[in-house]
């Protein structure tokens, strides 16, 4: 079950970045045929953002206890104290994007305005932008784990 949902929150905020960029494409090729499927995308990524804020939390408060204490016993401190500290914060930025994207992307003038054909691809681009700086961090926590256990198994 712990791994199960290890690999679910990232495989869901995946699923969310690629959503962002098909909003992106449909904001860029925006035309009264597409805007049914632009605002369907755009509710797509604030759900499986929300999604991923449901199961990365579940793990956190569930089972990311013992591999903090790995981590803070290793040489990659950093992993955790920095890394997964500013993460945690770093994440809610994400989520409220998400959560703009869809009200944004249910403007009546799409079509019309550049504005907000602009207001829309720059909040999925920083979605995706920060979903995968977000991925990095991860990987980096994911280390800390591996650096920490192998401390271990050497001492």
């Not at 494409?25 to 499986?48: D, F, G, Q, Y």
């Not at 990659?76 to 944004?104: D, G, Q, R, Y």
């Amino acid at each position: 079950m712990r791994e199960a949902i290890l690999l679910l929150h990232p495989t869901l905020a995946m699923l969310s970045v690629i959503s962002a960029i098909w909003v992106i494409v449909e904001t860029l090729n925006a035309s009264p045929a597409n805007l049914n499927r632009l605002k369907n995308a755009a509710k797509l990524v604030a759900i499986l953002m929300f999604l991923t804020c449901l199961v990365a939390g579940y793990y956190y408060v569930n089972f990311y206890a013992p591999d903090k204490a790995i981590i803070l016993k290793g040489s990659w401190k950093f992993a955790h104290n920095l890394i997964m500290e500013s993460k945690e914060h770093l994440f809610f930025m994400t989520l409220i994007l998400s959560f703009l994207l869809p009200v944004v992307a249910s403007a009546k003038d799409i079509v019309s305005s550049k504005q907000t054909r602009t207001l829309i691809v720059s909040i999925a681009g920083l979605i995706v932008l920060s979903s995968l700086a977000l991925e990095g961090a991860g990987s980096v926590i994911a280390m800390g784990v591996k650096m920490g256990l192998l401390q271990t198994l050497v001492k």
